[in-house]
């Protein structure tokens, strides 16, 4: 798994779990979701987040560019 796809299944994953904990026990944790998306909105634009630190310490690899012949 490379860091992109990680970072993709970790905020999938947080996205779904805050939506249902905002439903179920209390609307504050929909922050949670909205924070989620303004890094990922600010990742888009600076090219740096932190979760994908905090994946490539974990050992997961970059993706490598296409290479064409």
Known sequence: MTIN???R???GVF???SVALGH???PW???FTAFIGLN???SAFTRWCPM???LAK???KKEEACRTP
């Open 9 to 11: 299944l970790v905020a």
């Open 5 to 7: 796809e990680g970072l």
């Open 29 to 31: 944790f929909l922050a």
């Open 40 to 42: 990922l909105l600010q």
């Open 52 to 54: 994908m630190v905090l």
């Open 24 to 26: 179920y026990v209390s």
């Open 58 to 60: 974990l050992g997961l």
């Open 15 to 17: 996205i779904v779990l």
